[in-house]
């Protein structure tokens, strides 16, 4: 009976410490933007942490294969999982374009959400039992595109430590650009900026000490062309930079941590991450 009393209180505390947070509460952007813990059932040492970008075009989240089943998945294995619900411009934007009137949702408000959320993570590493220099991102499609983006674009501090990106767009020009995530992230009134889509294409500004990187994607994607992964991994070769490229012929897109989407094959992403993400760190 004390045995279950203790085992009872520890999943209370747990369940207590995985609370949704804001991550802009306090300071003085008034914007609501969740970030929620996945944390692993231990506290015995500090773990990876892995910030998780959920996909959709930067008009919505994938809220399930690329979010909490992620954040399950992560968490079974020891990683502590944040799932980062970014502002998006939203479906009346997709539908309505009313953002060639008014601002909305645009770059940079992403990017601002994730270096927000690195600081927020790494600020509290004692209190959710993480190591503070062995925060990563994770991010599927669009979000893959915004977790490159922190690797190339954020300060050295605010940079995380490796960066996992799943069937990512990558490119904002012709011809393999996907011209709905490019509309989503720019808003109507800029998607045709040459120096923006020039800023915001991974594959041209890859630094040198960019942090290592993980990408995967399928030849048979019909939503995100599959030469976006290989520009990516072109350019983070021409760089010389630490990187595993994970390409397999079936699988399509979208397909997350889910054990039903996809294929057998491309499921296999999960523990070939998990063995990199090992030697890695």
């Not at 509309?183 to 020039?198: F, I, P, T, Y």
């Amino acid at each position: 009976m004390y045995r279950l009393i203790c085992i009872l209180l520890l999943h209370m505390l747990l369940t207590a410490a995985v609370a949704q947070v804001n991550i802009w509460e306090g300071t003085s952007v008034h914007q609501n933007v969740a970030l929620t813990p996945y944390l692993p059932d231990t506290t015995s040492s500090p773990h990876i942490a892995i910030i998780v970008c959920p996909g959709g075009s930067y008009f919505w989240h994938d809220t399930h294969a690329e979010g909490p089943l992620v954040g399950q998945w992560l968490q079974q294995n020891g990683i502590s999982a944040f799932i980062l619900n970014y502002r998006t411009a939203h479906v009346p934007a997709f539908l309505f374009h009313h953002r060639l009137l008014f601002r909305g949702n645009r770059y940079p408000d992403a990017q601002d959400d994730l270096r927000q959320a690195i600081r927020y993570v790494k600020a509290h590493a004692a209190e959710y039992h993480i190591d503070s220099t062995k925060v990563g991102v994770m991010g599927f499609s669009a979000g893959g595109h915004l977790s490159m983006l922190a690797a190339e674009q954020f300060n050295q501090a605010d940079r995380p430590a490796f960066v996992a990106s799943i069937y990512p767009v990558v490119t904002m020009q012709e011809p393999y650009v996907h011209k709905r995530s490019r509309r989503g992230l720019l808003g109507d009134s800029r998607k045709r900026n040459q120096a923006l889509c020039d800023q915001l294409s991974l594959e041209r500004h890859v630094p040198a000490d960019c942090p290592p990187v993980f990408l995967v994607n399928c030849l048979d994607d019909p939503i995100v062309d599959y030469h976006n992964a290989l520009l990516l991994d072109s350019a983070l070769t021409a760089k010389q930079i630490n990187h595993r490229y994970v390409q397999f012929q079936t699988g399509e897109h979208g397909f997350g941590a889910s054990e039903q989407e996809g294929t057998p094959e491309c499921r296999q992403w999960k523990s070939i991450f998990l063995e990199w993400i090992k030697k890695l760190l």
